[in-house]
């Protein structure tokens, strides 16, 4: 079986897996006016697939060319109706002492060694005008690379979170997800659940998510669960580890999505990491899909999450 490693991809927060809390419905009305430029990453394979992938699925505003980026920074900040959808590379830091000792101020080399920083790093899928983020999410990979079922996910996340605050008419994101749960939540149970099966910890098996996950579910290999995402299959729902940094440790929140709507059914996360000898403690937190998740998963099914 060939083995697809997640990598750890985003840096802005753990809280959320997007900052779908701080757009004001200004914000979305900006959005929903503006012509979205897109973005070239400087990859052939991959600048495709995110024109193929925003022309299939993007409805929410008008969309431009495919420019550099700065044209498209040059283009937002000459006209406010103009914004841009990009991937960005980002960090999250962590200092691993407060400050040196006033004992070693005078070593030239004290800095460096006190105030050594460990980091974490990713991509986001972000709607920008000029320098400002409108819109984001992080996003996972598979072996260092953003792939097309990726970019599927990222885009139905961000137009299903600034939708139902444009259709909802709410004040800010800071209760979209309360909307998400009384609005599609309760179709996730008449769905079958693909789990990928590298994702899944090594020690359970399809019996094992059947037991813990009581509604359909389905143990399934990668290109089952991407052709089913890329082919918006109806009656399909799949779940997607996103691993959002902050400094340098992940917390990993797990996506219930509708693979022929793209909308967001339910979102298991959790908020702190906790490692001892660099091993992470916390429970459903290991960036695999273990019994806590399934629990949670369950959990969400019956509308709590």
């Given at each position: 079986m060939k083995k697809y490693v997640l990598a750890v991809c985003i840096a802005l927060g753990i809280n959320s897996a997007s900052n779908a809390q701080f757009l004001s419905q200004s914000d979305i009305q900006k959005i929903k006016k503006a012509k979205l430029l897109i973005v070239k990453s400087g990859d052939a394979n991959l600048d495709e697939d995110m024109q193929a992938s925003l022309k299939e699925l993007w409805k929410f505003s008008p969309l431009g060319e495919t420019v550099t980026l700065e044209e498209a920074k040059k283009q937002s900040k000459e006209n406010e109706e103009v914004m841009y959808v990009t991937l960005e590379h980002v960090e999250s830091k962590s200092l691993s002492h407060g400050s040196v000792p006033s004992s070693e101020r005078n070593n030239p080399m004290a800095k460096e060694h006190y105030l050594h920083r460990t980091v974490s790093t990713g991509t986001i899928l972000t709607i920008k005008q000029n320098k400002s983020n409108y819109a984001s999410v992080f996003l996972p990979s598979f072996s260092n690379k953003i792939t097309k079922e990726i970019l599927y996910f990222g885009i139905s996340d961000l137009q299903c979170v600034v939708t139902m605050i444009d259709t909802k008419k709410l004040k800010n994101g800071f209760k979209v997800n309360s909307n998400f749960k009384e609005t599609y939540t309760p179709k996730l149970k008449k769905k079958t659940l693909y789990i990928l099966e590298d994702w899944l910890n090594p020690k359970f098996t399809e019996k094992d998510v059947k037991t813990l996950y009581k509604?359909?579910?389905?143990?399934?290999?990668?290109?089952?669960?991407?052709?089913?995402?890329?082919?918006?299959?109806?009656?399909?729902?799949?779940?997607?580890?996103?691993?959002?940094?902050?400094?340098?440790e992940y917390a990993y929140h797990h996506y219930l999505m509708d693979a022929e709507t793209g909308n967001v059914l339910a979102i298991s996360k959790l908020n702190a990491s906790v490692k001892i000898a660099g091993i992470s403690v916390t429970q459903g937190n290991t960036g695999y899909i273990t019994d806590k998740n399934l629990k949670n998963y369950n959990e969400a099914q019956l509308g709590d999450w």
């Open positions: 509604a359909p579910a389905k143990v399934v290999d990668y290109f089952t669960w991407k052709d089913a995402i890329l082919n918006k299959t109806p009656g399909i729902a799949y779940s997607i580890v996103v691993p959002c940094p902050s400094g340098g």
